[in-house]
């Protein structure tokens, strides 16, 4: 019974494809303002990472004990930048944050060779590692938060609705409409709600 009460359910609730173009929600989401503020924070953070990167990006690979790494994380720094710069410039930065997410699972795996072997600065490897999963974790709850906002109504929906006052017609042409209107004689109803008239005895 409750596949077929399913199956009806499925059948009867309207097709996305079906609905006029007005009614489809925008692509783009509507996140909470906490949400919004940690997405342009983590534009800005991107950018300066990305900046500091790029230019100290020999010395971070000696303070790793990985000197050999300096190149690849000059290319990581621009990618921080390009990522910061699409973070504050996008009406949707969700695209954006989960390339950082993405880019930090990358910086992750570029850093854990430097446990291996015999390097002098396993220490400052742990760190980096400490801050790169702190950095993580806060790229993911940015992340699931844009994912899991509501779509922003259609623009044809907010145009709309914005122009809408809730009455049929201007205040103008609806003020005295009512005037000398004359309820009918009779009006039919249930008897508790008829007017009571005494009888006389």
Same mark, same amino acid.
């Given at each position: ?29 509507r ?32 303070w790793?004990?990985?000197?050999r790494?300096?190149? !690849? /994380?000059? $290319?990581? +720094?621009?990618? =921080? ?9 996008a @009406? #949707? ?46 790229? !993911? /709850?940015? $992340?699931? +938060?844009?994912? =899991? ?9 907010? @145009? #709309? ?41």
């Amino acid at each position: 019974m409750s596949e077929a009460m399913s199956q009806r359910h499925q059948s009867s609730a309207p097709d996305r494809s079906e609905l006029p173009t007005y009614l489809v929600s925008d692509p783009r989401r509507r996140p909470d303002p906490a949400t919004r503020e940690l997405a342009q924070g983590l534009g800005w953070f991107s950018i300066g990472l990305g900046v500091t990167e790029v230019t100290c990006g020999a010395a971070i690979a000696r303070w790793l004990g990985m000197p050999r790494s300096a190149p !690849v /994380i000059r $290319a990581y +720094g621009v990618r =921080e930048i390009l990522q910061g710069v699409g973070i504050l410039g996008a @009406s #949707d930065p969700t695209p954006w944050i989960s390339a950082r997410v993405a880019g930090d699972a990358l910086d992750i795996a570029t850093v854990l060779p430097g446990l291996e072997g015999h390097n002098p600065h396993k220490d400052n490897v742990l760190i980096a590692l400490v801050v790169l999963a702190g950095v993580t974790a806060v790229d !993911v /709850i940015c $992340a699931r +938060g844009l994912a =899991e906002a509501p779509l922003a109504p259609s623009e044809k929906v907010r @145009s #709309d609705f914005r122009r809408r006052s809730g009455f049929r017609r201007r205040a103008e042409a609806m003020r005295g409409a009512a005037r000398g209107f004359k309820p009918p004689p009779d009006i039919i109803g249930p008897e508790a709600m008829r007017p009571w008239k005494p009888t006389n005895a």
